[in-house]
């Protein structure tokens, strides 16, 4: 049926659809009123497929994940390097590695909500502008506590990436989502093995003194959020979802309309005129909000598993720099400088390449096998590697250290991917940045605690308490409700009668079976209407 046909139709009694407002005197001049057909948000964004608006939104967002990766992770070297040059203590280089967590606790709990109330892009734009600069600032830091203000700072803007996550999950369709968004941790990967690159090319450089190196290396890891900046500012809209969840619908069809044509649509055969947004249901954004009987036990497990996550995925990171360290005058095989520190580089390098292939896994894996099983078995299978890493080490056999650094690394990465993507799903619209973003927070906090853990234990130790974490968060994993082929924001909680949580759908396309077992969630049939034939 053309546009035509289906305009006709409407007017004339065919097709149904949604009576709207128009007014009667058009009938003077038009006939029969001409009747609105409401879609639901959700809907709206898979009219629209997956193109080249999405491919922007991710170059953009991918900018964003570089960065934070990059000055997530730049500590777990510059603190090696700082210790030989400034003489700082065991106790300080932790500290300053955990001073960016503990901004990027700050920054999620401001950041998240503050998302939630004036909108997803001027967010993404302050947490971009703050990585950016602090991340340049710290480059002319010469005392360690302007170094710990300055990373706390730029700890504060990561606290925010979430956002432009969420962002780009709220403008892809149900189908693409699970592959479209794992492919973005192929940015973080690519951000974690630069800063490898740009150590070696700056501290492993001969032609520039240790003071001066470590800036350079510095300065070059604030690049990549610049251009994030830049993007932002240029090619990402508001949120539609967003929009739609403020009563401001009209905008948010404007922006469901230009993504139409970006992507090589005629908008208004996507959207007709008589097209129109279904309202969104309000619900406060509030960080309490997520402890009420509604929320309650699914933020809880979501808490355990990112903050238990944020400990192996950190302190993997840290260990593995640390095992592939030495002082270079113990150690003339590895590539050093003319200072006190040393880091073998290729091995580094292999280690984090290991990610893209946790990634890769992810995105063929993701939509058969589920968000759910996936995350269980890397999660489990990630942490008997690090203690596979911790024994190989300790017994002097190189060659199975690489190889269990390089299957913990790939395996903690595919199921930090999944606990992204699901946490997005799981929330809806009005609480998915405060949710999200608090999650996250709880996933800093287990980076502050990493550093700790892995300088002041012994290898073998640390490898046992990693996989008691892994074992913990696989068990809690397997609680959580899946999210595959949803829409987002259809699993929610709800109190009954017996105190006992129940999931429920939360979408007007559709419907769930109640069950008091989040596991045990059954997808009913789509109650058909009339609108839905337009499609």
């Known amino acids: 049926m053309n546009n035509k046909e289906e305009v006709e139709n409407l007017r004339f009694g065919g097709g149904g659809g949604v009576e709207g407002d128009y007014d009667s005197n058009d009938e003077e001049d038009n006939g029969p009123d001409l009747k609105l057909v409401e879609i639901s948000i959700e809907e709206g964004v898979n009219r629209l497929g997956y193109g080249a608006f999405q491919i922007m939104i991710m170059t953009a ?48 709990l401001v950041l998240g909500p503050l998302a939630d109330q004036i909108g997803r892009r001027p967010v993404y734009l302050i947490c971009s502008i703050s990585i950016a600069t602090f991340g340049f600032a710290t480059s002319f830091c010469n005392s360690y506590a302007w170094l710990v203000f300055t990373r706390s700072l730029v700890g504060f803007g990561i606290g925010g990436v ?10 892809v369709p149900v189908s693409s989502r699970g592959q479209n968004l794992a492919c973005v941790e192929y940015y973080w990967t690519s951000g974690t093995l630069l800063v490898v690159i740009f150590a070696y090319f700056t501290l492993n450089n001969e032609a520039l003194d240790s003071n001066t190196a470590w800036r350079y290396f510095v300065a ?55 097209c129109v947004l279904k309202e969104e249901p309000k619900e406060g954004s509030a960080c309490l909000k997520l402890l009420s009987p509604k929320w309650r036990r699914i933020t809880i497990m979501l808490w355990i598993v990112w903050f238990s996550v944020g400990v192996m ?13 030495s002082d270079s005058d113990d150690d003339d095989d590895v590539s050093s400088t003319t200072v006190g520190y040393s880091f073998d580089y290729s091995d580094l390098a292999i280690t984090c390449s290991a990610e893209y292939v946790g990634t890769t896994l992810v995105i063929l894996t993701i939509d058969s096998l589920g968000r759910i099983p996936t995350q269980a078995f890397s999660y489990l299978c990630g942490g ?22 390089f299957l913990a690394r790939m395996l903690i990465m595919s199921g930090y991917c999944v606990i992204w993507l699901g946490t997005a799903e799981i929330f809806t619209t009005n609480v998915r940045a405060t949710g999200h973003s608090t999650a996250n927070a709880l996933g800093k906090m287990g980076g502050v605690i990493a550093p700790y853990v892995v300088e002041d234990l012994a290898t073998n130790t640390i490898g046992w308490i990693m996989l008691t974490v892994a074992v913990i968060t696989a068990i809690v994993v397997l609680q959580l ?55």
Not at 162 to 171: G, K, N, Q, V
Not at 224 to 245: H, K, N, Q, T, Y
Not at 313 to 325: A, H, M, P
Not at 486 to 512: E, K
Request: aromatic share 8%.
């Open 220 to 274: 070059l890891c604030a690049i990549p959020c610049v251009l994030s900046v830049i993007m932002g500012l240029c090619m990402v809209p508001e949120s539609p979802r967003w929009l739609c969840s403020q009563g401001r619908r009209e905008e948010a069809m404007d922006i469901l309309r230009r993504v139409a044509r970006i992507n090589g649509m005629e908008p208004y055969s996507v959207f007709p005129e008589y």
């Open 313 to 325: 995925y950190y302190g993997n990171i840290l260990f593995t720099t640390l095992l592939f360290s």
């Open 384 to 405: 008997a590697c690090i203690l596979g890493t911790a024994l190989s080490y300790t017994y002097g056999n190189d060659a199975l250290t690489i190889t269990f650094a």
């Open 61 to 108: 967002l991918g900018l964003c994940s570089i960065s934070d990766a990059m000055e997530t992770l730049i500590l777990t070297i510059l603190s090696v390097v700082l210790k030989s040059i400034w003489g700082l203590s065991t106790n300080e280089t932790a500290f300053l590695t955990s001073s960016v967590f503990f901004g990027a606790v700050a920054g999620t």
């Open 481 to 535: 409700p899946e999210t595959r082929g949803r829409p987002m924001g259809i699993l929610t909680i709800v109190p009954s009668g017996d105190a006992n949580p129940h999931l429920c759908s939360n979408n007007n396309d559709g419907a769930l079976e109640v069950s008091a077992d989040v596991r045990s969630v059954k997808e009913l049939r789509p109650v058909s209407t009339r609108s839905d034939r337009l499609t």
């Open 162 to 171: 979430t956002i432009p996550f969420d962002t780009l999950a709220e403008l």
